[in-house]
């Protein structure tokens, strides 16, 4: 069985797995809808631990690596929004008429989905966690892999390949950024020169806090905008 066939064995069967009529699988079904969709929800165990992190330890050197995974984040769904529409890997389940389901849909404005922003996104930061606090990034890491992956799988919006192509590239564009000493110095020396106005930088990590929470809808705007200019379309979307 090829990797194709065992995505659509995996997302059918789950599917199939949540269609029952019986309030106890109306019920659940409805709880996978929200642990995969809510982002109150699906966020709180992962933003939570991470404003902890920022705010429970004030050194230079801690906040400088929860910054650069944060920049590296950024990264990491940027890269995963350019390659949907860039590369057509294969069509969002959801959308592809050969696949039955039974659980809500959504619209789409592009039919690719490896790799999964959402899950790039949540993964990047439990790798930001791990790498400060292990067994708060496990437990983070476990449960975005249920929220962002196993439930978003379930609900037709994704392959399983498609989180596992995130599962590998979210935590290495991580590690990427935590090694690489000129990003981690830089980030370290504007921190210890900011001693005096880190009201300017907690702002901003308010900002990107709203943007993450919302899976990035302005940085996600200017990466389609800039392949619309790549591909030259300059049209208004919509």
Known sequence: MNISALDTAIVTGLSEFLAGDGNGSRLFRLLVYNVGEN?????????????????????????????????????????????????????????????????????????????????????????????????????????????????????????????????????????????TAMIRGKIEALLESSQNRLDIVSAMLMLFIAEAYNLFPGLRSLVETAIRIIRKNIDLPG
């Open 39 to 179: 982002p109150l929800l699906r966020g709180i165990p992962v933003f939570f631990p991470l404003l902890l992190l920022w705010f429970g330890n004030a050194s230079a050197e801690r906040r400088s690596r929860i910054l650069s995974g944060l920049l590296a984040t950024c990264a990491a769904v940027g890269l995963s929004v350019a390659m949907q529409y860039l590369l057509q890997v294969h069509t969002r389940p959801v959308l592809d008429p050969t696949i039955t389901l039974h659980m809500a849909t959504q619209q789409w404005d592009h039919d690719s989905s490896f790799p999964s922003d959402t899950a790039m996104l949540y993964f990047a930061l439990s790798m930001t966690i791990f790498l400060l606090n292990r067994r708060a990034g496990i437990a983070v890491f476990v449960w975005s892999l249920l929220s962002a992956g196993l439930c978003r799988v379930a609900l037709g919006w994704h392959y399983p390949s498609d989180i596992l192509g995130s599962l590998v590239i979210a935590p290495a564009v991580v590690v990427l950024f935590d090694k």
